[in-house]
């Protein structure tokens, strides 16, 4: 089993979720967040006041597959929430040990 953590843009959370669901795959977690990478913020102006925005908001998506949809998942992932500006964010891949359902007891990709 793998875990899919997707960092990106807030406004593609809908397309994303829409392509997940197109290939298959039903739950997903999604957290608002803030973050930076490269582009480290952006300056605004506010009443005459030049401030610095260190932090952009984002969202994080989790989801925890079987390994053989994880390639069709990063694939639907990168689709919908490219852009190709700067910030389109970030997919990370880990392996996950166990998953225990806590409502039935199910273990392993059952429970997933």
Known sequence: MKKIEAIIKPFKLDEVKDALHEIGLQGITVTEAKGFGRQRGHTELYRGAEYVVDFLPKVKIELVLEEVQVERAVEAIQQAAKTGRIGDGKI?????????RIRTGEHGKDAI
């Open 92 to 100: 990370f891949i880990t392996s996950v040990e166990e998953v225990i």
